[in-house]
């Protein structure tokens, strides 16, 4: 029986995976540091009782040396995620921690058959439109002079002009803009290029927006669906930065878990890079809504107040193309997936507005801006 490492195996993908993968037979060891802002409690309650875990950093090489003891392959899920402006704990946790897993194998010769890596769509950047007049362009991140004036859509660097986006597809150049994309592009570049050399195979996941049960709310990056849950079951009107009309692909975690079990098991997908998309795009008013609906809130319109946050790419929308060839589809719908866990967060015993909290350090921070402009003077 073959044992996997799954470092950040508490968290929301990693526990998820813990499942599938004990469901398929396999022996799993979980190395999670628990950071408090995401499990504030500890170990969660929700990992199998008796399976092997150890608490620590991936950082720590002496931690990560004990972790992979033993073990036939890894699921590389640890990560650092935030919207502050902490850059060089990313490179730190992201980049280097992902360098001191291939040191200590390629140092201790560990015969690991495979090593399977989180991955973002955030390595893209804007990613690919298409301009009438110029064809299609690759823009830069939208500059804070544009976002200031509330001029929300991606324009064509070449002439200014309109332009429409385009699917995400593996092979598009890579324009990461924020200390979180340029890390999982690091994390990439360092792990095809060093499993290679040291004939260790490798996959990178580069995961839509996940959403489902076990996502944690005390987290500020944790996504939308917890951010409008959370003011929607405290009698508030979801808060919507830009205009609400961001196009976004999300993806429910089993089916995540489903391409990470997936990757690790098909030597198909050795040294890759993979998206693993949700069944295509959904604006985020339409998100808002259907949440509304789900928590008996219909009254409450989605308030759009000209806000945005620094960095985030206008519209995100992944080809599953390549994964779909594998025989990988995205099974939930946006709808089902909310539901579940909108269900999961009312059975929490602990359920404060963390996310107002959240909001008000995000603004100290810079992090959360105002337009010129609010969205309704912008409608008008």
Known sequence: MERILVTGGAGFIGSHTVDLL????????????????????????????????????????????????????????????DYMPDFSTYFAVNTVGTALLFEIAVSRRLPLRKIVL???QAVYGEGSYRCAGCGTVHPPARSR????????????????????PLPLTEDLPLHPHTAYGISKYSLEMAALNLGRRYAIPVTNMRYSIVQGRRNSFYNAYSGVARIFTLQLL???????????????????????ARANVLALEDDRTDFSNLNVPGRGATTVVEVARMLSAICGREGLEPEITGEYRLG?????????????????????????????YVEWVRAQP???????????????????????????????
């Open 234 to 256: 405290h009698g508030r009107a979801p808060v919507i930065y830009e205009d609400g009309r961001q196009r976004r692909d999300y993806v429910h975690v089993e089916d995540v």
């Open 350 to 380: 602990d359920l404060g507005e963390f996310y107002t909290r959240s909001r008000r350090t995000m603004g100290a921070a810079g992090v959360i801006r105002r337009a010129a402009a609010s969205g309704a003077e912008q409608a008008a």
């Open 22 to 81: 004990l469901e398929r037979g396999y022996e799993v060891r979980v190395y999670d540091a628990l950071q408090e802002r995401v499990h504030p409690h500890g170990w969660p309650d929700y990992l199998p009782a008796g399976i092997d875990r150890i608490r620590g950093d991936v950082r720590d090489a002496d931690g990560l040396r004990r972790a992979l003891e033993g073990v036939d392959g890894v699921v590389h899920l640890a990560a650092y995620q």
């Open 312 to 340: 985030d790419a206008r519209h995100t929308v992944s080809s599953g193309e390549r994964l779909g060839g594998l025989g990988w589809r995205p099974g939930a719908a946006p709808e089902e997936f909310l539901g579940d």
């Open 145 to 164: 002079e544009q976002l200031s004036r509330g001029d929300w859509e991606v324009r064509c660097p070449s002439c200014g002009g309109p332009a429409e």
């Open 118 to 120: 989180a991955s973002s």
